[in-house]
């Protein structure tokens, strides 16, 4: 067997794992367009929240940091002035009421060497001495923060006096650790605790008479990090959730307008316009769709009238016809009768289907009308009944009456149980009465269709029986009326063969 290459199979695996993500993001996103707009416009609202915070924290980072150097560096600058101001014998004394936790001062003939170790310390480093020097010269009252007085050298010469600092130890947390810190805090409603040291410096400070003053500093923690502010920006999404949903409800509310405006007038034609008002795109949308309305109520009245016209014409030269049959043979009659009746039945097939468009909506007794329809199959001989269900007078006065076109549901299920009665023999009926759905189950006993013919028997003048015979394969009709019929209403007609033999229609109509 041929292996795959590497990089082939690296690349099916990768669309296998994209084609994955794509079927969850699919059953995760609503369906519906005011939900998506909400969860997109609310998502990228708070990512951006999050980044403003985060940017925040790194300000603050630096700030924080900024000012703990600052203030760190003014106290070493105002302790080195108080002991340069002071004799040597007070400032002993001095020392020993400085040295408290986490700052040590001491003295020296000499400057020591100081070193940076870290390199991450070197900039911290050069910015705490610079603060330092700094805190010096405002002391010393000089402008340069390089030059706080004057020192005599070893050869009796003045030279600047110039503090030197280096950090050791900077572990204040960055941006991203309080960051999580802090939410941790907020969920675990944990007490924010006092962190190890900060940091650690040492800095010596040049005095008047030669001495060195060397100053250890460490801060033993730091203030506690402050909470992430969660419930500013849950409140700051909330309020902005509800301006997106009222807005987008807004934009959304027209659509939702046209799309119940175009499913009552695929119901029925005469259904009244749409109100043009709102904003100038939602008028000019209530515009278009009521010249398309008027239009297409034109184009069916005049169809109508048209059909109404033609059948009127043909009824006269088809009964010319009947009366000159009437004169032929008996061998020559039959033929030519069964012709024109089969072209008088689909003329009337086609004006029904015309008409029923124009129908008037009322409400229907579907009980009385399908017990009605069972009954006249009934009396003609024909092997057709009620589910045994049905049989119960509380089973049927819990089926509601319908709003519907009578004449159009009355046809949808006559087709149907004629289709079942011709080519399935003993016919069931049942009725299954839902909150939005109302469906009529009309089951036989037959040898039922293909699967593959399930679909194309509603074609109009499809035939599953081949032959032109009417008496045994119908004009092929049938099944398209009904289905059309059905569809007028809102609901369907669905086949499908039934596992212990025969076949299932099922007509849906859906309640108002």
């Not at 002993?92 to 003939?109: A, D, I, K, P």
């Not at 023999?425 to 189950?441: A, T």
Request: charged letters at 25%; one cysteine or more; glycine letters at 6%.
């Amino acid at each position: 067997m041929a292996s795959v290459p590497a990089g082939r199979g690296a690349a099916v695996k990768r669309k296998g794992v994209l084609a994955r993500m794509r079927r969850l993001a699919s059953r995760l996103s609503p369906d519906s367009l005011l939900a998506r707009l909400i969860l997109i416009f609310s998502g990228g609202f708070f990512t951006m929240l999050l980044l403003t915070t985060i940017y925040a924290g790194e300000s603050r980072h630096f700030y924080f940091m900024r000012g703990l150097m600052a203030d760190r560096a003014r106290r070493m600058a105002e302790v080195a002035v108080l002991l340069d101001a002071t004799s040597p014998e007070i400032r002993f004394v001095l020392r020993e009421q400085f040295n408290s936790r986490g700052f040590f001062v001491s003295f020296t003939s000499s400057c020591p060497s100081l070193t940076v170790r870290d390199e991450h310390l070197k900039d911290a480093s050069v910015l705490m001495e610079y603060m330092l020097n700094l805190s010096l010269a405002r002391l010393y009252g000089e402008s340069r923060p390089q030059h706080h007085g004057r020192m005599r050298g070893a050869h009796g010469e003045e030279i600047p006096r110039r503090a030197v600092l280096a950090v050791s130890e900077l572990n204040l947390p960055s941006p991203m650790e309080s960051f999580v810190q802090s939410v941790g805090q907020y969920f675990t409603k944990a007490k924010a605790n006092r962190g190890p040291s900060v940091y650690q410096a040492t800095a010596v400070v040049p005095l008047h008479d030669g001495t060195w003053v060397v100053i250890e500093d460490s801060a033993p923690g730091y203030p506690p990090m402050p909470y992430f502010p969660f419930t500013s920006i849950i409140a700051i999404e909330l309020f902005f959730v509800a301006i997106s949903l009222l807005a987008f409800y807004l934009c959304v509310k027209p659509l939702r307008r046209l799309a119940r405006a175009a499913d009552r007038f695929g119901r029925d034609i005469r259904t009244p316009a749409l109100p043009e008002t709102g904003p100038t795109e939602v008028r000019e949308a209530a515009q278009a769709f009521n010249r398309m309305q008027t239009s297409i109520r034109e184009f069916l009245d005049e169809r109508e009238r048209t059909l109404a016209a033609v059948s009127h014409d043909l009824r006269t030269p088809l009964t010319r016809m009947r009366l000159r049959v009437e004169q032929l043979d008996e061998s020559q009659r039959a033929p030519l009768q069964k012709d024109i009746g089969e072209l008088q039945q689909i003329m009337d097939t086609t004006i029904d289907i015309a008409r029923s468009k124009s129908e008037n909506v009322a409400m229907v007794d579907v009980v009385s009308l399908i017990e009605s329809l069972v009954e006249d199959r009934q009396d003609m001989g024909q092997d057709i009944q009620m589910e045994e269900r049905l049989q119960d007078p509380e089973a049927l006065f819990a089926i509601r009456p319908l709003s519907a076109r009578p004449l159009s549901m009355k046809r949808c299920l006559a087709n149907l149980m004629d289709n079942a009665l011709r080519y399935g023999g003993h016919v069931v009926v049942d009725v299954v009465d839902n909150d939005d759905m109302l469906s009529v189950i009309i089951s036989d006993s037959g040898p039922g269709i293909a699967e593959d013919e399930l679909k194309k028997v509603f074609e109009p003048f499809y035939r599953v029986e081949r032959s032109r015979n009417r008496s045994t394969g119908g004009t092929g009709l049938g099944l398209s009326i009904a289905r059309s019929m059905a569809r007028m209403h809102g609901g369907d007609v669905i086949l499908e063969n039934r596992p212990e033999g025969g076949l299932r229609a099922t007509a849906t109509f859906k309640r108002q």
